[in-house]
């Protein structure tokens, strides 16, 4: 683009040119040389005048019309009025044309910092009410300890007597119900530690086949209950500084999710992993009933559940895989899954092998 100074420059000596050639010929063409000087004369003067005109125009109306251009994009890349009162010029269209723009750049400006106000108010509010609501789960979490001690002890009878059929069925409901209710709370406080940023990891060596050897043998006993076949499927062995208990419960929900999908008898769920230049890849595949495209964008947002009738079956937060999300990228790593419905589902999550200043991340 044309700056409009060099195109004022340029037409006004072109036309300057045209004038001092114009009386160059004729001085050089008139008869009588009288006339020819004077007209030579005056053709100087229009030139002179016309290149001096511009010049002032020059002053007075590019130069206040450049800086105005400037100010403003200063102005939209910033947010922030610079260079205020700078413009001085007696041409009324420009001066007003600066008022206006110093007039709106003002009101932006406060605009702004109202709405920043707003922002930081309202975040302080959030966080207070998740810090209130964090509480409030702990609070809550303390009491069952002492009832799911109390009501283990009802359930072995040389510690508090004999229970008659009844009474050791409604135990066991109590029971049952005082778990799913543990378990609960324990995500919820999890996923607002996570969001206020508190959730602590540690850092250890791990031996990835150790920890997925362990993972294999604590889910055994379930899957065989339920005629799944659980296998390990791993490439090489390799070391990661991360946290153990983490990853354990991630793998955790990832293998209950896939144990809910699977048919019994037919399921299959495959666990393992692979090195991937500086992280290690896990997996956790099942052979169930998949997840369609437009859910696996959704899953990993707290309290997403889908609905259909396997899943109306089982009981559930929503909250699992948003607690793995969370963790994972405070490892410092990522989680996604790979899904085709009816076939087979695959959770992906990479870790970095080496130790890393670990925070912890809010989720979706
Ligand atoms: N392996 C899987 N196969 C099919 N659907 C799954 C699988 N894992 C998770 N999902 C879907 O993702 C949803 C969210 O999972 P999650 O966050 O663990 O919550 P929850 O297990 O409490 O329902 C589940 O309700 C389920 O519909
Ligand atoms: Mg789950």
Not at 78 to 89: A, D, E, F, R, V
Not at 186 to 195: E, N, R, S, V, Y
Request: hydrophobic fraction near 40%; charged fraction near 25%; glycine fraction near 6%.
């Amino acid at each position: 683009m044309l700056p409009i100074k060099h195109t004022l420059f340029l037409v006004s000596g072109v036309s300057s040119f045209i004038i001092f050639y114009m009386g160059i010929v004729n001085y050089l063409t008139s008869v009588e040389g009288v006339t020819g000087v004077i007209l030579l004369i005056f053709s100087v003067f229009v030139a002179t005048g016309t290149l001096l005109g511009t010049v002032y125009i020059s002053r007075s109306i590019t130069k206040p019309i450049e800086k105005l251009a400037q100010n403003m994009t200063e102005f939209s890349k910033h947010n922030k009025m610079t260079g205020k009162n700078q413009i001085k010029t007696n041409v009324k269209e420009i001066f007003e044309l600066n008022e206006n723009f110093e007039s709106m750049g003002e009101k932006v400006e406060t605009t702004i910092e109202v709405q920043n106000e707003y922002v930081q108010k309202l975040k302080d509010m959030d966080r207070k009410k998740l810090e209130f609501s964090s509480m409030v789960s702990h609070e809550l979490k303390t009491p069952l300890v002492p009832i799911l001690g109390y009501v283990q002890m009802l359930q072995k009878k040389e510690l508090l007597g004999d229970l008659n059929e009844k009474q050791t069925e409604a135990v066991n409901e109590i029971y049952s119900s005082t778990v799913k209710l543990q378990r609960l709370v324990g995500d919820i406080l999890t996923t607002q530690k996570l969001d206020l940023g508190k959730l602590d990891f540690n850092q250890e060596e791990i031996k990835v086949s150790e920890l997925l050897e362990s993972i294999i043998k604590e889910f055994t006993p379930i899957t065989e209950e339920k005629k799944i076949l659980l296998n390990l499927e791993m490439f090489e062995d390799v070391k990661i500084f991360s946290d153990r208990d983490r990853i354990n419960q991630v793998f955790s929900n990832l293998i209950k999710n896939a144990i809910d999908f699977v048919t019994s008898g037919s399921g299959v769920v495959t666990i393992g992993c692979r090195e991937d230049k500086e992280f290690v890849k896990f997996f956790v595949q099942d052979n169930g009933v998949g997840i369609s495209d437009e859910n696996q964008k959704e899953i990993f947002k707290k309290f997403y559940q889908i609905d259909t009738s396997t899943s109306r079956k089982r009981s559930g937060s929503g909250l699992g895989l948003a607690i793995c999300k969370g963790i994972i990228e405070g490892l410092g790593g990522q989680i996604w899954v790979k899904s085709e419905e009816k076939v087979q589902t695959t959770f992906f999550f990479k870790i970095p092998k080496k130790p890393l200043t670990i925070t912890a991340k809010a989720t979706e």
